[in-house]
């Protein structure tokens, strides 16, 4: 129970537009005063510089995973996550970031150099193909009004 504690929670982007991060700033000019009250933002890039990945009560994954390196860092943040919410289309189905999978064979080609020098996967996968997923927030970008409810929803979970 973390009935007067404050959420800890983590923001991560991996391949994508970032998008779902800029949603997420907006939709912090109405629900800045009622957050930062509820929450402590332990790893969130796009509000501070001095970030930590401990232990996260929610986490939220932008983009899709693209190389061994994401796929590493992913694992270590759903290790030390209770929660782990998948945002954006990206990282619930893996489009539109992960287009390079349907390529043809002239297309792959011509970027098999880009792959080997990121030392990107051979296909790309989205976020539930790594790690389990508690809960999904689709859209491109993300639905505000469908990750508020989401987010309400695991408030309320922790207080429970
Ligand atoms: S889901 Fe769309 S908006 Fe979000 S990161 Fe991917 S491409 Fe960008």
């Known amino acids: 129970m973390i009935q007067d504690k404050k959420l800890k929670i983590g923001w991560f982007s991996f391949s994508c537009c970032e998008d ?11 629900h800045w005063q009622e957050w930062k009250k509820l929450f402590d933002f332990r790893h969130v890039r796009v509000l501070k510089s001095n970030n930590v990945l401990d232990d996260l009560d929610i986490a939220f994954i932008e983009g899709a995973i693209a190389s061994d390196e994401h796929a590493a860092r992913l694992k270590e943040i759903r290790v030390k996550s209770k929660k782990l919410v998948a945002i954006g289309a990206c990282a619930v189905v893996g489009m539109p970031a992960a287009q390079r999978n349907y390529f043809n064979e002239k297309q792959k080609q011509e970027i098999e150099f880009l792959v080997a020098r990121f030392q990107a996967l051979p296909k790309v996968l989205k976020v539930s193909d790594v790690v389990k997923t508690d809960a999904e927030v689709g859209g491109c970008p993300m639905d505000p009004a469908k990750f508020l409810e989401m987010v309400n929803k695991l408030v309320a979970e922790f207080k429970k």
């Open 20 to 30: 779902n991060t800029v949603v997420f700033t907006e939709l912090m000019n109405d």
